[in-house]
């Protein structure tokens, strides 16, 4: 195998790929091998590039079976990543193995992944186990102590309504986050009036709760445009806002709601949800999108949160093509904004707020 063979073969190889003689050393690597190690590979040997025993185990075990050897490895370079590595022999004219192939296929987002079902389960598992648990205490009360107690099966009987109805909350979000995350890569091509989705949000919440009414504030110095969106969905994601803002903020105070236009990227509008309260502690706020994750537990099951809103609410800006951000001082309130676009842009199918 000449030089030349070796060299175009590394190169057709779409993942980092080293060609290696019987005593480990580098004869040819491909570019995506160099940048992952970030460094000229042929001429050193094997085990100063990668020093894993794991790895080194593989190549001796194409040398003594002449078969493909495989191994996960985690690799600390650039970044943490996990790499399906594959080690698998090239025969030479007499049969024997003359030369070894070494390719790294990274696996980091499988894993990955995975890892976020398996995690995904088991929170619905959790979210769901509460309230059946509570229905069959309140169903073996009522066919047992409680079966002759008019008062006892009024109380039990809303019970098994809040329980139900949480349940049935629960069901209606996972429905709608699998429906956006199958459509998140299609944006939206209808016009809405941004405004008057707002007005009418806070109208809604108004009427929901005594305790809502009069308490958000729409300020706009001008004539807000058009904006490239799903007038339901848009919808959504600021009943959800507005509803977080008037829940976790101190009772009574204003909610202001901005709506503007970027003076320099005339594209652009912007809408912020300013509140006053305890604010949130910068530890949750990377993690606020994250499905099912509570910055208080107790309190958001308490006033019959699912812990998917803002899931919810991450999806269907993602496929407006749109950007949240968070920002909240402890003891002073949160400001939330949402940045929309007013026009298409050139790249239309790929293009994200930055």
């Known amino acids: 195998m000449d030089q030349n063979f070796q060299n ?21 690597a491909n570019k995506h091998a160099e940048k992952l190690f970030e460094a000229e590979l042929i001429g050193l040997d094997f085990v100063r590039v990668l020093r894993q025993p794991i790895a080194l185990e593989s190549l001796a075990k194409v040398m003594r079976t002449r078969k493909q050897a495989t191994c996960k490895l985690t690799l600390n370079l650039q970044t943490r990543r996990t790499y399906l590595a594959s080690a698998a022999p090239l025969s030479g004219s007499v049969g024997g193995v003359e030369h070894i192939l070494f390719t790294l296929q990274d696996i980091s987002a499988e894993i990955k992944a ?26 073996e009360t009522l066919k047992g102590p409680a079966r002759n107690d008019e008062k006892a099966r009024e109380r039990f009987l809303e019970l098994m309504q809040d329980e139900a109805e949480r349940m049935s909350r629960l069901v209606e979000d996972l429905l709608s986050l699998s429906k956006l995350e199958a459509k998140e890569h299609l944006p939206p091509r209808d016009r809405v009036n941004l405004l008057k989705v707002v007005q009418m949000v806070v109208r809604s919440l108004a009427a929901s709760k005594p305790e809502y009414d009069n308490r958000v504030e729409i300020i706009t110095t001008e004539t807000v445009p058009m904006v490239r969106g799903d ?16 829940k976790y903020s101190t009772p009574g105070t204003p909610i202001i709601v901005r709506i503007s236009q970027n003076s320099e990227m005339q594209n652009r509008i912007t809408v912020t949800i300013q509140d006053i309260g305890e604010g949130i502690a910068p530890e949750h706020i990377p993690r606020l999108t994250e499905r099912f994750y509570r910055v208080d537990k107790g309190r958001s099951r308490q006033i019959g949160g699912t812990g998917l809103g803002m899931a919810i609410t991450k999806h269907i800006l993602n496929r407006h093509r749109a950007r949240l951000t968070v920002k909240s001082k402890r003891g002073k309130g949160t400001l939330v904004s949402v940045i929309l676009m007013s026009k298409p842009s ?9």
């Open 8 to 28: 175009n073969l590394a190169k057709a190889i779409p993942i980092p790929a080293i060609i290696l003689d019987p005593s480990f050393r580098i004869l040819a």
């Open 114 to 139: 995975e890892k976020a079902r398996s995690t995904f389960v088991a929170n619905v598992s959790h979210e769901l186990r509460s309230p059946l648990t509570s229905l069959i205490g309140v169903v």
């Open 231 to 246: 007038k339901d969905e848009l919808t959504e994601v600021f009943q959800n806002l507005i509803e977080n803002a008037l």
């Open 346 to 354: 050139p790249t239309d199918d790929n293009d994200e707020l930055s």
